[in-house]
């Protein structure tokens, strides 16, 4: 059974940085697409950072470019976003997606 294990989600005050962490269980991270999305409260779920199963093409939501960063590390079988510059319009429950299912979530709270 393949699962999906998110951590590093936190309170940080704006300016600051955090790494998520998304952890594949049942199947290597090199087998599939694997995404971060996030959910404020209210509001839909939306897209922020993908990337290519073979460690190809990233992509990015236009609101995290040049801020977040998607990388894997292969041999720990996990997914990392880097977020940088963090603003108060980044808190959301954080969640990674990949193999068709979805993890727990994270929540990420950016506040002074």
């Known amino acids: 059974q393949v699962q999906l294990t998110e951590s590093g989600g936190g309170l940080v005050q704006p300016g600051g940085s955090l790494r998520l962490s998304c952890t594949a269980s049942g199947r290597p991270v090199s087998s599939s697409n694997m995404g971060w999305f996030r959910q404020a409260p209210g509001k839909e779920r939306e897209f922020v950072a993908a990337?290519?199963?073979?460690?190809?093409?990233?992509l990015y939501a236009d609101s995290v470019k040049g801020r977040f960063t998607i990388s894997r590390d292969v041999a720990k079988n996990t997914v990392y976003l880097q977020m940088n510059s963090l603003k108060a319009e980044d808190t959301a429950v954080y969640y990674c997606t990949a193999y068709g299912i979805w993890g727990q979530g994270t929540q990420v709270t950016v506040s002074s």
């Open positions: 990337t290519q199963w073979n460690g190809g093409d990233t």
